[in-house]
């Protein structure tokens, strides 16, 4: 049975129970469904929705525009140079002037403040589309990537390996807190997520009796883990520390000797995306001048792999936001 969460802001996961998110993922499912079978959905007939996005965007921005599109909505994009958004007007005032036009706004940028500013002030859903600390809607994207190819999540074990301390590593394990799901996050010492963090999802755990491990120890964190999930280096604003995060990270590229130490033969390969895993990108030749490397975190022959499912995980991104659309400021109930 799923959740009423009519106008409830979706800004950080931990604000969620484990049955919320359940009824956003399930109701992905049927949306996914619909879609495929032409079957009518437009629960969001005559909304008109904000896009402000501080920050670069492929899948959310595009996620957001065809889903609420799909569902009779129409869009607005709102980038950073388009409005005075804490330059020459408060996020406040912003909030309430668009909360008095809008049905519903998505952020993407830098401050968590911002989003949580926008939600206070607007009257209206907010749904956090990336900010330094989290990414909310990504999750759910990713389990409903998980659940489709093992049926489910429960009993899952799910490993971030890399920059631990950015905002998919951080998303990723309080989310898999909640949902029950065993998570590892193996990452060098100084990147390993925030101790809040570590603490909210312990605490979760204890309830939801999900298996909570931070570790340096790359062999340790990666064996038994039914899904391998990684990220860029360098999230969005810190390229300067490219040199220092290749010096940190480099033993802790996901490549085929790494996804056999899982000891399991159906592991689940993961990326939010983008993904530096050759050189056909500025980034990646820039890698390659500096380091002599071919791909950065991922190899691409894993990328490339059968069990690499990074594709449908990106599609899944457009799903599960119709779903949160339909849910929360949709005529769903
Ligand atoms: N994964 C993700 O959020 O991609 P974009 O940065 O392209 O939106
Ligand atoms: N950690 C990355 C995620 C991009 C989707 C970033 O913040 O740039």
Not at 4 to 26: A, H
Request: hydrophobic share 35%.
């Amino acid at each position: 049975m799923l959740k009423d969460l009519s106008q409830k802001s979706f800004l950080k996961e931990v604000d969620f129970t484990k049955n919320e998110l359940e009824s956003i993922i399930e109701l992905s499912e049927e949306l996914k469904f619909k879609e495929r079978h032409q079957l009518p959905h437009r629960y969001l007939n005559g909304k008109h929705l904000a896009l402000l996005f501080e920050k670069q965007s492929t899948r959310t921005r595009s996620a957001f525009t065809v889903a609420a599109t799909k569902m009779g909505a129409h869009v607005s994009y709102l980038g950073k140079n388009d409005l005075q958004l804490g330059k020459k007007e408060s996020v406040q005032d912003t909030a309430v002037v668009l909360g008095s036009m809008f049905d519903g706004i998505a952020f993407r940028g830098f401050e968590q403040k911002t989003v949580e500013e926008l939600a206070q002030y607007s009257n209206v859903p907010v749904w956090n589309g990336l900010t330094n600390e989290w990414h909310p809607t990504q999750m759910l994207a990713d389990f409903l990537t998980i659940k489709e190819h093992f049926g489910t999540y429960e009993g899952k074990t799910v490993t971030f390996i890399g920059d631990g301390r950015n905002n998919v590593a951080h998303s990723l394990l309080v989310t898999s807190a909640i949902l029950g799901v065993n998570v590892h996050i193996v990452s060098p010492k100084s990147l390993q997520p925030d101790e809040e963090v570590q603490k909210m999802a312990l605490s979760i755990s204890k309830t939801s009796g999900s298996e909570v491990v931070v570790t340096d120890n790359i062999q340790e964190g990666i064996y038994s883990s039914d899904v391998i999930y990684t990220d860029v280096w360098c999230s969005m604003g810190e390229e300067d520390q490219l040199e220092k995060r290749f010096e940190l990270l480099k033993d802790y590229q996901v490549n085929q000797h790494l996804i056999n130490l899982t000891g399991k033969n159906n592991t689940l390969f993961l990326h939010c995306l983008p993904a530096i895993h050759d050189l056909n990108t500025e980034m990646g030749q820039l890698c390659f001048e500096k380091f002599g490397v071919t791909c950065m975190e991922v190899t691409d022959d894993v990328f490339k792999s059968d069990y690499s499912k990074v594709f449908q995980q990106a599609e899944n991104r457009m799903h599960t936001i119709k779903a949160l659309l339909a849910i929360t400021c949709g005529e769903l109930f």
